[in-house]
């Protein structure tokens, strides 16, 4: 795998997973990565589990950069395998389509009891 920006060969897995060399420039779309973090939060607190359960910041940085468009580019993402596509895969695909995460996913996020 190489750098999508430098072209660089990737040798370590972080590098992997973002899919570019770690000072090169990131190309994040900030408002898909907002939409993604704020559907992981809704769908962390109906499973009662913690968000990185759900998926890392870093596979969320990941799909954030490389805004995969079919299951094939998802699960090209580390992370990211058969199950997690399975369960995952259709929403995380309809977020990088432009989806809100209403849309996708209309439970609001639970009040924390005191
Ligand atoms: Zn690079």
Do not use: N
């Amino acid at each position: 795998m190489s750098c999508r920006i430098c072209g660089a060969t990737l040798l370590a897995g972080p590098d992997r997973k973002l899919g570019r060399c770690p000072t090169c420039p990131s190309d994040m779309d900030e408002e898909l990565h907002g939409r993604l973090r704020e559907w992981r939060l809704r769908v962390a607190g109906a499973q009662k589990v913690p968000a990185y359960v759900v998926f890392t910041d870093a596979t969320l940085t990941a799909m954030a950069e490389r805004k995969p468009g079919r299951p094939e580019e998802l699960i090209a993402i580390a992370g990211i395998g058969p199950r997690k596509l399975g369960l995952y895969g259709e929403s995380v695909l309809a977020l990088v389509g432009g989806a809100t995460v209403d849309e996708i996913c209309p439970q609001k996020t639970f009040e924390i009891e005191s």
